[in-house]
């Protein structure tokens, strides 16, 4: 007689790509912000954007639905990450949404065309290169890349609390869990950080170290200088913008909104997106 099968727990049948996309991502917000950047800036509409570190590529995805004439193309050296993303994102976007997308798999420094107006390199992904020369070597390819009025947008975060180890937890709804960010370890002699991406379910059970993050922390001047040295003309920094919550006046947090900026006061956490002009 044969043993009954024991019950899945909610981590053994949690899907760990759709958990990060509702965990990290917000594709929509991030059209808005790169065509309000670049529209701002140049004066038009952008429509062809190249995501790097493309992942599952929902932000790719996202681009060309936002627009019936939009094209982006994704490329990520992860082959099982972006072969989920060209099923579960690209083609069950329909056919049209598909025909303007295009994932590949490989080196971002290896892919310069098609140009397009926008090279994204978002999550801090780019963070990977952990020596000048290497990542003054990525962005020289970003910029390659680019049409003549061209931008590439990376995102970053800082602040007080980004040097120590820590926890933060955040409850995902529409998957039931809780997403947890960890700072692993931090080395202040060369900034080389370590962090993970656990889930917790209702049932009890934890989908430990879903995702994992070895980097070097980069400040913003260093990737300001390093984006010039490459040959951008110009580098701004847009810092979002903080509020005091309704329920504790001692906690701030992000609104969302983006303004350009050349000084501010540290915090605790912040985050930016850095806009480098071909």
């Known amino acids: 007689m044969s043993q009954p099968q024991s019950k899945q727990t909610m981590a053994e049948q949690a899907d760990r790509h759709t958990l990060y996309q509702e965990a990290v991502q917000d594709p929509e917000t991030e059209v808005e912000n790169f065509t309000k950047f ?13 995501e790097d570190y493309c992942g599952t590529g929902y932000l790719a995805t996202e681009w060309a639905k936002s627009d019936p004439e939009r094209t982006a ?14 099923k579960n994102n690209v083609e069950a976007a329909g056919s049209d949404v598909a025909s303007r997308v295009k ?3 490989n080196d971002v420094r290896e892919v310069t065309e098609p140009k397009v107006d926008i090279t994204c390199g978002l999550n801090f992904s780019y963070c990977i290169f952990e020596t000048r020369d290497e990542l003054r ?7 390659e890349g680019l049409k003549d009025d061209g931008m590439l947008i990376l995102d970053m975060f800082g ?3 980004c040097y120590d ?12 869990a809780t997403y947890i960010w960890e700072h692993v370890s931090f080395n202040p002699i060369n900034n080389h950080v ?4 656990h889930f917790e379910f209702s049932d009890g059970s934890r989908m430990d170290n879903a995702f994992t993050y070895v980097w070097r922390f980069w400040s913003l001047i260093e990737i300001k200088e390093l984006l010039l040295e490459a040959g951008f003309s110009k580098v701004r920094i847009f810092w979002e913008e903080f509020e005091e919550d309704e329920d504790d006046d001692e906690f701030m947090e992000g ?7 050349t000084e501010v006061e540290n915090q605790e956490s912040w985050m930016v997106y850095i806009v480098a002009e071909k």
Do not use: H
């Open 38 to 50: 670049y529209t701002d800036i140049r004066g038009k509409k952008p429509m062809s954007m190249k």
């Open 73 to 86: 193309f994704g490329v990520d050296y992860d082959t099982e990450t972006v072969e989920w993303g060209q």
């Open 103 to 105: 994932l590949m798999i």
């Open 137 to 143: 070597g990525y962005f020289e390819k970003a910029r």
């Open 159 to 161: 602040g007080t609390e």
């Open 165 to 176: 180890e820590l926890e933060e937890e955040t409850e995902l709804e529409e998957n039931d």
């Open 194 to 197: 370590e962090c993970a991406i």
């Open 255 to 261: 609104t969302g909104e983006y303004f350009e900026a």
